[in-house]
């Protein structure tokens, strides 16, 4: 999973632009986003057909407010640059409730 300390609207663009992407909102001061770590490979590889970035939320604070993004860990997904889902709130979230979610958009 590539990491991005500071996202912008550009780099947004660029990365969302083609194909199945999913952005997960997180903070390394945030427990619950923490919680995710050893699992996010797991999915990763369960959805290979999936690009994945770990956005530094506190890094993109403007960007994560335009986005309506509140709480974190939050996961947002784009298909061929533009969003067709999120799992947005403060709740920590299991391996099974984000699969699930990702499971949800096909």
């Known amino acids: 999973m590539e990491q991005i300390k ?3 609207q550009a780099k947004l663009t660029e990365i969302t632009k083609s194909g199945r992407v999913v952005l997960e909102f997180s903070a390394d001061w945030c427990p619950d986003c923490r ?3 050893p699992f996010l490979p797991e999915i990763e590889q ?3 057909n999936i690009k994945f970035y770990q956005i530094d939320r506190d890094g993109s604070i ?3 407010k335009e986005l309506n993004i509140m709480g974190i860990p ?3 997904v784009y ?3 533009k969003e067709i889902g999120r799992l947005v709130n ?3 979230k299991t ?3 984000v699969e699930n979610f990702l499971r949800s958009l096909d």
């Open 46 to 48: 369960d959805f290979s």
């Open 6 to 8: 500071k996202l912008e």
């Open 74 to 76: 939050s996961f947002v």
């Open 79 to 81: 298909q061929d640059g």
């Open 90 to 92: 403060k709740d920590r």
């Open 95 to 97: 391996k099974e409730e």
């Open 35 to 37: 919680f995710l770590d």
């Open 62 to 64: 403007d960007l994560a």
